[in-house]
């Protein structure tokens, strides 16, 4: 998932750089095609204290922030690291513009970032921003993001190197007793009022300490961290009651080019016939063994393989031959309408994403009913 990338990337942000970062997450819509210019009061960002500094401080944070980078690490086709990983750094902002006659902070985010950003923002209600603004530390900001990402296990478990480096931190506190107190339990304190609150253990390896474990409640205990549901297929999976583990599995298939998107929309319509038919009582297990075992990939390959002629003539006198004429017409218009829309610009074209999922699987639904009919 992209945004896990982003809250692994390595960005150098200070304390109020990241509750700007938050504020202006906090004003993002999924149903953004593109980052707006977002404005922000500037006592949200500065914690709601004013002093004769204030104003100084805002003008030194936006002459960084909006230069700041991130660099994310590309990972491989079944989503871990790889060995000699490729990365990418990307500008976190567009620009920013400090309207001291107003009290706020203007900015906009690198339209680049889209697919990290808005991923990352489905994680989040915005009482949970709202709640992340209190804190005061930037270490605990990536601490919460950290954990929220394995907020279904309860747990995780982070190399001493490896969190100092997504912390900015690999050149600081060389004595690990002040990391301790000045990061690890300062974080600890911050979020104890929050949704992620956690306790942790060291592991050493003699006497130095190796790695960290993090405790803290999984869900159940606090609000659930969904997968996020760009794609239209994903959506469809959680609708019709598809665990969330099993998405990671079905995109292992996908990435390991088990079968494409298609099959999975294949899927659907024949199960979603099946169970209007009366012949599958659970629908989402039906899926999910559809998928998993692959037992539908002939038919699947059959129907792409159905040849679509130009039309001819029908003879009069054979019903059935025009009547399969017209189903290879239907068929053939059908094809034609699941190209466009399956194609990367067209979702955009929609007025929402709701209605176009609502076109893509009608249009899937019909191509097997056709097939079926012409079987």
């Not at 896990?4 to 960005?11: F, T």
């Not at 960002?45 to 100084?56: A, L, N, P, Q």
């Not at 491989?76 to 006659?101: I, N």
Request: net charge positive; glycine share 6%.
């Amino acid at each position: 998932m992209q945004h896990n990338a982003l809250v692994n990337a390595r960005i150098d942000l200070n304390t109020i750089e990241t509750r700007l970062f938050v504020s202006l997450l906090s004003r993002v819509s999924r149903q953004d095609s593109g980052f707006a210019p977002c404005q922000v009061p500037v006592r949200e960002i500065m914690g709601g204290t004013v002093s004769k500094t204030m104003y100084d401080q805002v003008r030194k944070t936006l002459k960084e922030f909006t230069g700041r980078t991130i660099v994310i690490e590309k990972l491989d086709e079944t989503g871990k690291p790889s060995k000699r990983p490729d990365f990418v750094v990307l500008p976190l902002l567009a620009y920013a513009e400090y309207k001291q006659g107003e009290g706020l902070v203007e900015a906009q985010f690198n339209d680049r970032l889209i697919p990290y950003l808005l991923e990352l923002r489905d994680n989040f209600t915005k009482a949970q921003l709202a709640e992340l603004l209190k804190l005061k530390s930037a270490s605990s900001y990536r601490i919460y993001w950290l954990l929220r990402e394995y907020a279904a296990f309860g747990k995780r478990t982070m190399g001493l190197l490896e969190l100092k480096s997504i912390l900015g931190l690999e050149k600081e506190y060389d004595r690990f007793d002040n990391f301790k107190v000045r990061v690890l339990d300062r974080a600890q304190q911050e979020l104890a009022d929050t949704d992620m609150p956690f306790t942790y253990e060291l592991v050493r390896q003699g006497k130095a300490v190796s790695e960290i474990r993090f405790f803290f409640p999984p869900n159940g205990q606090q609000q659930p961290v969904l997968p996020p549901v760009t794609d239209g297929w994903e959506s469809a999976l959680l609708a019709i009651g598809v665990a969330n583990k099993s998405l990671a599995n079905v995109k292992s298939q996908l990435a390991a080019g088990y079968y494409d998107e298609g099959y999975i929309w294949f899927v659907l319509a024949a199960v979603r016939k099946k169970v209007q038919a009366g012949k599958v009582k659970k629908e989402a297990g039906a899926v999910f063994k559809a998928l998993s075992d692959g037992y539908l990939l002939a038919d699947y390959q059959k129907s792409l393989a159905i040849p679509i002629p130009t039309p001819t003539k029908p003879v009069p006198k054979l019903t059935s031959a025009r009547n399969k004429q017209k189903l290879l017409t239907e068929l053939e218009d059908v094809r034609g309408s699941l190209r466009w829309l399956r194609e990367p610009s067209t979702e955009a074209k929609y007025k929402t994403p709701a209605d176009y999922k609502r076109d893509l699987a009608t249009a899937v639904a019909k191509e097997v009913a056709l097939l079926e009919q012409m079987s």
